[in-house]
């Protein structure tokens, strides 16, 4: 699978632990960005990326929360001290900048709980 | 910020029957509009998707209409099968993050 992979795919960990998650993107891809899903629900942006620059975080990203790329490749989201209510699934997406909204592919997420 | 509205959050068709999702936007300068499915434990994947400078596009048995005036967009699948049974996503975006609905799920009963 050339698209876009997160790990891991499931996650347990408990309260106030941190735990942090990978995104590596379709290669060409210059955004990646991050969104939380919770059950029952649309995703929610949190952050994104274009290359290494973080361009944007919503409100939903608190403190607690951290994203980083580096070299522009791949991308990590930590959580520190982890809430009951950090607890669903957390997925990456990628696109190419040139084509704005198009070619935007979403990894398989990681589903964290937080017992 | 944008806000997006989808109806129904639950659609049970007989199979052949025609379904329909609706989703309302309050963000004006909005101007692409993609449709997700997701199957459970899976990743959205785009179904279709259009921009603000085209009032209605199809594919095969899917089709999305946009009205701008109205801020509202829907989803027509016809002919549905079982395997369309999924949550369905719109979503809205001005140009970067989405901003996606609640889901709507589709359940196609041979």
């Known amino acids: 699978d050339t698209g876009v992979s997160q790990d891991p795919r499931h996650k347990i960990t408990k309260r106030g632990q941190n735990v942090t998650f990978r995104c590596d993107p379709i290669s060409e891809h210059n955004r990646l960005y991050w969104y939380r899903q919770t059950l029952g629900q649309g995703p929610e942006f949190l952050t994104y990326f274009q290359n290494e620059a973080q361009l944007e975080k919503s409100r939903l990203l608190s403190d607690r929360f951290s994203a980083e790329r580096p070299k522009g490749s791949f991308s990590t989201l930590e959580i520190q001290r982890t809430e009951q209510g950090d607890s669903a699934m957390y997925l990456c997406?990628?696109?190419?900048?040139?084509?704005?909204?198009?070619?935007?592919?979403f990894g398989s997420g990681t589903r964290l709980t937080v017992v | 910020g944008e806000n997006v509205e989808q109806h129904p959050s639950t659609l049970s068709v007989q199979e052949g029957d025609s379904a329909v999702i609706k989703c309302t936007y309050s963000d004006s300068a909005s101007n692409y509009f993609p449709w997700y499915k997701q199957e459970l434990g899976k990743r959205p994947q785009l179904i279709i998707d259009i921009r603000s400078n085209v009032g209605e596009k199809k594919d095969q048995r899917i089709a999305v209409t946009l009205n701008k005036t109205a801020k509202h967009f829907s989803l027509h699948i016809t002919e549905t099968q079982p395997e369309d049974s999924a949550v369905y996503f719109c979503?809205?975006?001005?140009?970067?993050?989405?901003?996606f609905g609640t889901g709507t799920s589709l359940t196609v009963i041979p």
């Open positions: 997406a990628s696109s190419l900048l040139r084509t704005g909204n198009n070619g935007y592919t």
């Open positions: 979503a809205a975006s001005t140009g970067n993050q989405f901003y």
